[in-house]
């Protein structure tokens, strides 16, 4: 897991244009999460994942081998989730997020 900053951001009169990531990404998702509901609680073994959070704030809990590590992200933020990383979304109030698969989702590569 890896908290990361997006790369780019300009602000003008017409509006914010935000580049979050210039890595491979072969999947784009756009995950909305209703208050009070929770997502993921699942690993792979092979994909990487990278959320950014688009409205709302959304609490990420992570397991791995070097232990249980609680990131809140709001709006503008994003977290990096590495292979074999234990990852549950929680939301306290109703969030949009985009989420980048570096292979696509694939039922085989996800463990409970």
Known sequence: ????KVEYQRKEPRGILTQVNTGEWNQLN???IKKG???????????????YVVFGIVE???ENE????????????????EPYDKHTLCTAKDATIV????????KEDSYE
């Open 1 to 4: 897991m890896q908290r990361l």
């Open 30 to 32: 756009v995950i909305e």
């Open 37 to 51: 509901e929770i997502f993921g609680r699942h690993y792979h073994k092979e994909k990487t994942e990278l959320f």
């Open 60 to 62: 990420f809990i992570i």
């Open 66 to 81: 070097q232990g249980v590590f609680t990131e809140l992200l709001n709006k503008g933020e994003c977290l990096l989730v």
């Open 99 to 106: 989420e980048l698969l570096s292979t696509p989702y694939s």
